[in-house]
């Protein structure tokens, strides 16, 4: 039994964090957190959700293969939690450990850490970080610019940008000299420049590397801009050296 529950508790764990590397995963291919999240338990637990809400998550190649693998981890976490499950029950009544109690608690307050510890803010967007950045490191994205989908308003979407490399014609021009609302149609909400939040942006605001902005416009333009842009001048550059 008591090999039963420690399974039971660490596979348990390992749902959660499973959980929260899709989601931010599914978040880098475009998706807003609460929307990914929901799908993500949906195909982690099988229970194959086909409201509307599921119909971006079959668009892209991406999202299919992550839609895949998120499945075939859902399946395996079933098939051993309720392995793990049928073991505690036939094991109860006649199992004398007596430490099986002092375990139980420790599993138990482990397990319960770990969800305090996921409600923190800054540990949970420090490991979204991590996930984010790596996932981003084994797209086929040839530039470090990446985004994250904050939320969806029919076809504008809010992102948080983050800057490594401009576009070229970004470069040392302010926002009135882009006119980034008439010419791109994008409003700048605000901007993070190490670690000093700009709320209220001003046209003579010059966007600059290493800024975390965040945008609200179309997701496909914004895309256009500072990702395939950027790649454009990456590729040009290769080809120079």
């Known amino acids: ?12 764990i390992a749902y959660m964090i499973i959980a929260e590397i899709f ?6 291919t475009g998706l807003p957190e609460e929307k990914a999240r929901l799908q993500v338990v949906s195909l982690l637990t099988t ?13 892209t190649s991406a999202r299919r293969k992550l839609c895949i693998t998120a499945m075939i981890f ?11 499950f049928i073991s505690i029950v036939l094991s109860i009544g006649s199992t004398q450990d007596e430490n099986l109690w002092i375990v139980l608690l420790i599993l138990a307050g482990a397990m319960l850490l770990f969800i305090i510890l996921s409600k923190i ?18 797209s086929k994205s040839k530039t470090k610019n990446f ?19 401009l576009p070229f014609n970004f470069n040392e021009r302010t926002l009135e000299e882009l006119k980034i609302k008439q010419n791109y149609g994008l409003t700048v909400l ?11 942006v001003s046209r003579d605001e010059i966007l600059k590397e290493k800024d975390i902005v965040t945008l609200y416009g179309d997701l496909n333009n914004i895309k256009s801009i500072f990702i395939d842009e950027v790649e454009k001048r990456y590729a040009e550059r290769d080809r120079k050296y």
């Open 47 to 59: 229970c194959g959700f086909t409201t509307k809400e599921t119909e971006p998550f079959v668009t």
């Open 23 to 28: 989601t931010v995963l599914f978040r880098l």
């Open 74 to 84: 859902g399946y395996a976490f079933s098939a051993t939690l309720v392995s793990a």
């Open 121 to 138: 803010k800054f540990v949970k967007n420090g490991f979204d970080a991590i996930i984010f950045k790596l996932g981003h490191s084994l």
């Open 1 to 12: 039994m008591l090999g039963a529950l420690i399974l039971f508790f660490i596979v348990m």
């Open 147 to 165: 985004l994250k989908v904050i939320d969806n308003y029919g076809t504008n979407s809010i992102v948080e940008l983050t800057l490594i490399m």
């Open 190 to 200: 605000a901007i993070n420049r190490a670690g000093k939040v700009i709320n209220n």
